[in-house]
């Protein structure tokens, strides 16, 4: 994924906060590299740092020891204009604009490429079509920005970003406020802007499965502070991700790739069956607590056998009660009512 | 894709302010106290000779410099209402804001309540508001709130602390001249109750040598900040990311709104109100934030407004004259309110 010199970088950087009376320093120690094209996700607990570290990264906020490096170049050297041409970025910021066009927010990522009066050429307006173009938001490019949906407006806010022309977007918690599909669509989206452009794309979120199913790198906060760098699959292996969010009560399965609620064992369950019936028949029994067999080995709690040609659906034989039925849900409430009958 | 800078309906509302002006302007030359009649009027206005020397008088060194000034307080206070309007994020945002009226009153007061007792040089002619005393009084009031307030916003961050240090400074002198009040007597109080009605009417064509300048400069440096009010529309974080310097051009904005606000309160007394109004009218007119049309709309509309107001104060064919600060809000008031219900979801969003 590295082609050449990386685009972004940081020295033995520490961020945090700055006040007359004292310092409080949030992250330390920093060595980060971004390269042109990498799409990369920022993970980690809610209060780690990680709006903090983009906010550094972009210029917003200055470092409280070490440096980030543009291009090569130092930030505290480069002009704010300068600095806004290589990098731009989309923020949790509510937005309040009064009322203006979407086109015209667009327009706005223009700005450190006018000059002082800021009148934009027929290659701005070329630009800033193009960014509109490039996020699927050219029926949006009319409308009050005030009238367009959470992840409508966000795209929108991405095609401003994308309007300055930067080589490195910097995003925090663009998926914040979605709902699952938008989600789903922007994370696609960002991933095509830094394969497409070769724009790198850092973005922080919250959400861990559609991170690891779509970065390049990982770039992940730990609880304390500590980063771990590496490639999602690299992370999972190396156990890095289970450890930075596994509480009490919250166990991740790395196979697939997701959390899931740790609960006491109900009991053990054997199912029978093929297909997607049978995994999601096994789904509901594992949301009772279950642990459901592989095989057919070893004594069981319950016992399952789901067809899905003709007749019930499913078929259980539970502590001496059989039952079948033709919904899962019947299939989960049945074996509920068995792990109370004989718990453990 | 439908993505023209200006729409053609804008166009037509630019149209339409800049006739409105016209119409107002003469309006503002033909009616008055003495009735001139209309042919009358263009014959000194193309230069002509009029059936009665007194008239080509009264329109050249009357109503002349005072549709003037409407026309130029207008547009300075539209202007630097917009600009704090939008440098604050808040609607209710006006040039005086940071203390810049108190200041020059707190200036006028100390004139006229306290010097007032040095006698008959001072009190003479002190019925016209033009007068040089008052005048530097407001000046200096005014410069030096602003300085204070600069010199204070310089070393915070926070929007809202500067607002609040501004109302602050508007008690904590609003009460200084409470207590000259207190101690000056009838005629005086009379006097400094006079200067706070506003009037367009003090402004000789001397004072236009210093006044007409000062209002250029703000809205030439208004217009040079456009680009930068717009960055700020999505707020200071984003307008940092975008390469603006963002205390370079809030000094900026503050010093230029606050010249023009400070050089209409010395001239024409504390006019209140257009600096609110003409922002909001202007954004529903155009249904649009961009500054590089409201800046140019507001300057247009305050002096429609400004005019408008000056016509109904001196209430056409009569001596007698109201309190322009009467005619502003007691008319505008109603006209804002009315234009916010209408617009779908208000001329300023927040």
Redesign the interface.
């Known amino acids: 994924m590295t082609n050449g010199q990386p685009v972004l970088e940081s020295l033995d950087l520490s961020v945090g906060y700055r006040s007359r009376r004292r310092v409080r320093r949030v992250l330390e120690g920093l060595n980060l590299t971004v390269s042109r094209g990498e799409f990369i996700a920022l993970l980690g607990p809610n209060g780690v740092g990680k709006s903090t570290l983009l906010k550094t990264f972009s210029a917003i906020q200055r470092p409280l020891a070490g440096t980030v490096r543009l291009g090569g170049r130092p930030l505290s050297r480069l002009k704010p204009a300068e600095i806004a041409k290589g990098l731009s970025v989309v923020l949790t910021d509510r937005l309040d604009v009064g009322s203006l066009s979407a086109y015209k927010v667009v327009e706005l990522g223009r700005h450190p490429h006018t000059g002082w009066g800021g009148r934009l050429t027929a290659y701005d307006h070329r630009v800033t079509r193009w960014a509109i173009l490039s996020v699927g938001a050219v029926d949006l490019a009319h409308r009050d920005v005030n009238e367009l949906s959470d992840g409508e407006r966000q795209r929108v806010m991405v095609a401003r970003a994308l309007a300055q022309q930067p080589r490195v977007m910097l995003l925090d918690e663009p998926t914040a406020y979605l709902d699952v599909s938008s989600r789903v669509k922007l994370t696609g989206l960002l991933r095509r802007l830094a394969r497409r452009n070769n724009l790198a794309v850092v973005f922080s979120t919250h959400d861990l499965e559609i991170a690891l199913r779509t970065a390049d790198t990982v770039w992940l906060l730990a609880p304390g502070g500590e980063l771990h760098v590496g490639g999602p699959e690299d992370l999972v292996l190396g156990g890095q991700v289970a450890r930075a969010f596994q509480g009490d009560d919250l166990a991740f399965n790395p196979l697939e790739r997701c959390f899931r609620l740790q609960q006491e064992s109900a009991g053990r369950a054997l199912v029978r069956g093929n297909g997607l019936t049978a995994a999601l028949g096994r789904a509901a029994l594992e949301r009772e607590g279950y642990e459901v067999a592989r095989a057919s080995e070893g004594p069981a709690d319950i016992s399952v056998t789901i067809s899905e040609t003709g007749g019930a659906l499913w078929e259980a034989e539970s502590g001496g009660l059989s039952r079948r039925g033709d919904s899962l849900a019947q299939l989960a409430a049945f074996a509920r009512a068995g792990s109370r009958r004989d718990p453990g | 894709?439908?993505?023209a800078?200006v729409r053609g309906w804008q166009w037509a509302v630019f149209g339409g302010l800049l006739a409105a002006l016209g119409v107002m302007f003469f309006l503002g030359i033909a009616l008055g106290s003495v009735v001139i009649p209309l042919d009358q009027v263009f014959a000194a206005l193309t230069g002509g000779q009029t059936d009665k020397a007194s008239w080509e008088v009264i329109i050249e060194s009357v109503r002349a410099p005072r549709s003037i000034t409407a026309v130029l307080a207008g547009a300075a206070l539209g202007l630097a209402g917009l600009q704090m309007q939008t440098l604050f994020?808040n609607p209710l945002a006006d040039p005086f804001i940071l203390g810049i009226t108190a200041g020059a009153g707190l200036g006028v007061a100390v004139v006229v309540l306290l010097a007032g007792a040095g006698g008959p040089t001072f009190t003479a002619g002190l019925g016209n508001l033009g007068n040089v005393g008052i005048v530097a009084a407001a000046f200096a009031g005014a410069a030096a709130t602003l300085a204070l307030v600069l010199l204070l916003s310089a070393r915070i961050r926070n929007y809202v602390t500067i607002l609040i240090i501004g109302l602050m400074f508007s008690y904590a002198v609003g009460s200084l001249v409470t207590v000259m009040i207190a101690a000056a007597d009838a005629r005086q109080i009379e006097l400094f109750v006079a200067w706070g009605f506003g009037s367009f009417r003090g402004v000789t064509w001397q004072e236009m040598r210093i006044f007409a300048p000062v209002v250029g400069a703000g809205i030439v440096l208004g217009a040079?900040l456009?680009?930068q009010l717009?960055?700020l529309?999505?707020?200071e974080?984003?307008a940092?990311?975008?390469?603006?310097?963002v205390k370079r051009m809030r000094l900026l904005t503050m010093l230029g709104a606050s010249a023009l606000g400070g050089v209409v309160t010395a001239y024409c007394g504390p006019v209140a109100f257009l600096g609110v109004a003409t922002p909001h009218l202007a954004?529903a007119l155009l249904?649009?934030?961009?500054h590089?049309l409201l800046i140019p709309a507001v300057i247009l509309l305050g002096g429609v407004v400004a005019l408008f107001a000056e016509l109904v104060a001196q209430l056409p064919g009569q001596t007698a004259a109201l309190p322009l600060n009467a005619v502003t809000s007691l008319i505008g008031a109603p006209v804002v309110i009315a234009v916010l219900m209408r617009s779908r979801?208000g001329?300023?969003?927040?």
């Open positions: 894709m439908p993505l800078r994020r040079l456009a680009k717009n960055a529309l999505l707020g974080a984003y940092r990311s975008m390469g603006l310097n954004r249904g649009s934030s961009d590089r979801r001329a300023f969003a927040s």
